[in-house]
């Protein structure tokens, strides 16, 4: 239960995340939202209030992750063991998954696919104080063609009215987003990364229904077909935004004026970069390639023609959310903070930029904005700290000292209490 | 995978659990304990073949030995939340509280802790899962579903069996599910309002039955019994642990009904009593600075209730008379939460007059005897699985240090390292 406490550290974000505020606290009320962050010199009466004297860190609205699927193991066997396990022996992963990824500093996880006889429950127990973990945004189910990408953990639908009946179903379920595969994917070989998987009027009539619920869609899309379909759907965000090309001898056909689009209609995407990353500095060290997709084996584009297209999308004014596909192979759910890492490293942001995308930025793509993602007053007390100063050296965000969720401390000076 | 390691301490508790042995080291190969020797004699070699790990001023011990857990409840402070909880919760918020829970008691010390009672499709994939390494836990022993009559002690979570038929099919069953051991509630308990504590559930001639089946099958049989009644059905019965030993007198103005013949006939028989004193203990305490308000009696013990001084004079007088006591905390009850085995050596030492030593000895070496563990765990010895873990402190000195655990390992693994988790 939260109480009412003073959190002080030699630097805190502002509530623009772009630049510091020096030796100031942030004060929580009973609620366990933030009442003020204010010099510390200027903490006046502190009667009733317990203070953590952080010390010499960097303190961060908790971080966000825009995209994870808790029930998957993150290592070369997460197909395997999605396609062989049990419900329970998934329910127990996420469990450990979900601890991991709050201990990490994420605060908030937006589950963009696992099976709903899982996912639900897991945010269920996490908001009942069952098991510890960060506040959840839950797709359920990813709605896919039959044998589409992430079937086996997906709602097959092929129609447009199947579709539009399983977007009613996850709502009822407790959907807060819907996720879509627009297109196939490398993880699923029953399916085809270059090939569309709807029309886009099917597309459109998800977004017209997810809409109509109060909610919003985003599309897994690798193929460029597919992105066409979802910016004609007007799908509101697209994953990996791949712009793979239908002929399998060519790698990419990337199209500046879809970006364009993209960025005139305030499409975000999620460019699940610091999963490329992670899988490089895995391979650095001796770890054997991913699988690949046959879809992809005669022309994989290569990561320096990934990023240039990434680049340029945000040139042109696409924004970005920070999705790392936890999950996948070495993306675990510790990994968060590569987002970050990834988009100053491969794609030219300032480490402000980066810790804004982690945080605010994110936070306004799920629609999440007046809660989280930013330390000001009013907003609920999701906090992390690092040794170190990421606006300096990115990097420092990758271990948290202190996380504090809505208030309430579960990892102080690097110790865990749950 | 574990690899081979090596575990430096000042205070080595020796493989009888009864002194220390200063300034010794573990020597751990394939995950299992090869030589425990004195640091001065440890070869100059051995840091290119395993990992060396210096623990410092701490006390190295067996890791701890948990009797008796229900992985799948809430403990906590307050008991009407662990019954409401019980009864429920779905299948999935159990299982995920089991997953909680036995990584909490895991890193608390526990190396080994037996589950006496939940839902069958909740403890064995849980194990099951421990097994695959794919969640973190103590070697867990279960019980599965205990059986009990229609509507009797824990039916909940339990196997209804009212007839010695019966009684023997449900026992096969859990066996068949994955069962390690049998729990059968030979009384009412306290924690189901529609069963009676001070009343028999089963006559002797069903227990007997179901001491037959479990020991054809090779498993052991432990029964719940707060009555005087159900004591002395197990103990005719030849139920191999006593599980709480009280004696509640059938007449509900009455307290204890103890008799020294039945106690005797148990020790003379080689039966155990698990008397879960830890968590009773706790509850006194936090009850009496006024933490939280006061039990509140079941309705068929209301009318005489027992003082604790009466129940831990007649568990005295059966240790005396030979009765050998394992450690169960009844984890999962109102304070007897996941992180406080420790609480069983403490009470044994604070309310029954075991020794430090013999309280420790008690948690480790002893319970795993009576879990038919001892030629796999349970002491810092060559042959068995490398299951350690440290405290800050002597516990030999003060037996509350025994909650202050600091390093883990379990079947050769760390799991946890100066007080911060690995897991």
């Known amino acids: 239960m939260p109480e009412p406490a003073i959190f002080k550290a030699s630097r805190i974000a502002n509530q623009d995340n772009d630049g510091w505020l020096t030796d100031h606290a942030v004060v929580v009320d009973v609620g366990g939202r933030v009442e003020a962050v204010i010099p510390s010199s200027t903490l006046a009466d502190t009667s009733g209030k317990k203070t953590y004297e952080l010390g010499d860190v960097s303190l961060l609205p908790g971080l966000i992750e825009a995209h994870s699927h ?87 639908a092929d129609t447009l009215e199947d579709v539009v009946r399983v977007v009613r179903q996850q709502v009822k379920l407790g959907a807060n987003v819907i996720k879509i ?113 046959w879809g992809v ?22 924004r970005y959310t920070t999705g790392l ?59 992390m700290s690092v040794a170190g100063d990421p606006s300096k050296d990115i990097r420092a965000l990758a271990i948290s000292s202190d996380v504090v969720k809505g208030g309430v401390p579960v990892k102080l000076g690097g110790r865990a209490f749950i | 995978m574990t690899e081979n390691a090596v575990f430096k301490a000042n205070r080595v508790a020796n493989a009888e659990v009864t002194a220390w042995l200063p300034d010794h080291a573990v020597i751990v190969e394939n995950g299992r304990i090869s030589d425990v020797v004195s640091q001065s004699s440890i070869a100059d070699g051995i840091p290119n073949t395993h990992e060396v790990h210096d623990l410092g001023d701490v006390s190295l011990l067996p890791g701890l030995i948990e009797a008796h857990a229900h992985m799948h409840t809430a403990a906590g402070p307050d008991p009407l939340y662990t019954q409401q909880s019980a009864f429920n919760d779905s299948k999935e918020f159990f299982i995920m509280r089991a997953v909680d829970h036995i990584r909490t008691t895991l890193l608390s010390g526990v190396t080994t802790m037996r589950d006496l009672g939940g839902p ?20 867990l022993q279960l019980a599965g579903a205990p059986i009990t009559t229609t509507a009797g002690h824990c039916w909940f979570f339990g196997s209804e069996a009212d007839t010695a038929e019966e009684v023997v099919r449900a026992i ?53 019994c707060l009555a005087a009644d159900g004591v002395r059905n197990c103990v005719e019965a030849g139920i191999h642990t006593l599980i709480h030993a009280r004696w509640h007198d059938s007449d509900f103005r009455k307290g204890l009904a103890y008799d020294p013949d039945v106690a005797q006939m148990a ?46 004079a007649v568990l005295r007088d059966m240790r005396e008379r030979g009765v050998r006591f394992v450690t169960g905390l009844d984890m999962g009850m109102a304070h007897g939460e996941f992180d406080m085995s420790a609480a069983n050596a403490w009470s044994f030492v604070e309310l029954l007059g075991f020794s430090n030593w013999e309280a420790m000895a008690a948690s480790t070496v002893d319970t795993a005897e009576s879990l038919r563990l001892a030629s796999e765990t349970g002491a810092i010895k060559a042959g068995l699985s490398a299951d350690l873990m440290a405290v800050s402190g002597d516990p030999s000195n003060d037996i509350k240090d025994l909650f202050n655990c600091t390093d883990v390992v379990v079947e050769g693994r760390l799991v946890k390292r100066d007080g911060r988790a690995l897991v």
């Open chain 1, 70 to 156: 808790l029930h998957v193991s993150p290592d070369l066997d997460g197909f395997a063991n999605i396609t062989t396990e049990t419900n329970d022996r998934m329910v127990m992963r996420a469990v450990g998954a979900a601890r991991k990824a709050l201990l990490s500093g994420v605060t908030t996880m937006r589950d963009i696919g696992s099976r709903n006889e899982v996912i639900f429950p897991v945010r269920d127990a996490i908001e009942s104080g069952v098991i510890p973990g960060p506040r959840l945004q839950l797709a359920g189910t990813p709605i896919t063609t039959t044998a589409g990408h992430c079937w086996m953990f997906g709602t097959e």
């Open chain 2, 267 to 312: 020790a003379d028989k080689g039966i155990w009593a698990d008397p879960t004193t830890g968590h009773i203990m706790i509850g006194d305490v936090r009850i009496s600075a006024g933490d939280v308000p006061p039990r509140v009696p079941h309705w068929a013990v209301s009318a005489a209730t027992v003082p604790e001084e009466e129940h831990d």
């Open chain 2, 172 to 224: 096969r069953e859990q066996v068949k599910l994955g069962a390690d051991l049998i729990k059968i509630m030979s009384t009412g308990g306290m924690f189901t309002p529609t069963a009676n504590p001070r009343s028999a559930q089963y006559p002797v001639e069903t227990l007997r039955a179901a001491v037959v089946e479990a020991e054809r099958l090779n498993v052991q049989i432990v029964s719940h």
């Open chain 1, 181 to 293: 595969m627009a297109s196939g994917g490398n993880f699923t070989p029953t399916s085809n990364p270059r090939m569309t998987q709807y029309p886009a009027e099917t597309l459109r009539a998800a977004v017209v229904e997810a809409e109509r619920l109060g909610i919003y869609v985003v599309a897994h899309a690798h193929a460029t077909a597919g992105i066409r379909n979802c910016i004609d759907a007007g799908i509101h965000q697209i994953i990996h935004c791949r712009w793979l090309s239908s002929d399998p001898t060519v790698a990419m056909d990337y199209d500046p004026e879809g970006a364009a689009r993209l960025a005139d209609e305030g499409t975000w995407v999620d460019p699940t970069i610091g999963l490329s990353v992670l899988g490089a500095e895995a391979r650095a060290a001796g770890a054997p390639q991913r699988r690949l997709h």
């Open chain 1, 297 to 318: 084996a005669a022309a994989r584009p290569s990561p320096e023609q990934t990023i240039e297209v990434l680049k340029d999308m945000r040139d042109k004014g696409v």
């Open chain 2, 120 to 139: 069958s499709d909740v403890v064995f994939p849980v194990r099951d899962a421990v097994r695959a390494g794919v969640i973190p836990g103590p070697r």
């Open chain 1, 325 to 383: 596909d936890m999950g996948m192979a070495y993306a675990d759910y510790d990994k968060s903070a590569y987002n970050a890492i990834s988009f100053v490293e491969s794609l030219g942001y300032t480490p402000w930029e980066a810790i804004a995308a982690s945080t605010s930025v994110t936070a306004e793509a799920l629609r999440v904005n007046g809660t989280v993602g930013s330390l000001q007053s009013g907003m609920i007390a999701d906090m």
